[in-house]
């Protein structure tokens, strides 16, 4: 039982709610009833909280941003924009600030040429390890289907939300258009013309080549 608790109480604590048995090749769910008899009362209560947030991520809901209240959100008759009952306004895109009409895409260009010119002078790539808030938007990728910023650090290509949704790191398609490419993102991006998207949050460039590529980018200014 020792084992079945640790297994347990580990995948809890980084919030997966579609829990597989841990015997070799064996597909099976985890019973809810065993989940909740192994675990202490506080990872069963995590358990639900995770279990009812990926069903509403599913079903289209978004969360409140806004540490204070965190509501679930039903999605808006505007395509572009969320808001909680809180009064909180965000992109329902992409989840940062609301920035319509302009695009995700021409928003983040836009941060990003900022975000350079401030650090023009003062950015080494030491301050990767402290992880300012502007470079954490740099430095992640989020869940295609809930919006969840992830960093990846090493791996393959296959990666799992905690909403349960199985993408790919590379082009953040969905899981089961890959098959067993592991190591080789099937959509045939290469890493030439990822490279020279590197100082823009596409969600494609390994992390620490994006934050190289902005040192070579700030060096030649």
Known sequence: MDCWEGYLSSKLGDGKTELRCPGHGCPLPVPEALILALVGPRKANQYRRWQSKAFLSSAGFSFCPNPKCGKPVKPSSLPEVSVCVCGTRWCAKCGDDVHYPSACVAKDIYRNSRLIKTKRKTFKLSDLTHKPAALIKILTKKCPRCRIPWEKNGGCNHFTCTCG?????????????????????????????????????????????????????????
């Open 165 to 221: 949704h199985e993408f790919c790191w590379v082009c953040l398609k969905a899981w089961d258009t890959h098959g067993s490419s592991y190591y080789s993102c099937v959509s045939g991006k290469s890493a030439e013309v990822s490279a020279r998207q590197v100082i823009f949050d596409d969600g494609r460039v390994d992390p620490v080549a994006r934050a190289k590529r902005i040192m070579g980018y700030v060096n030649r200014e």
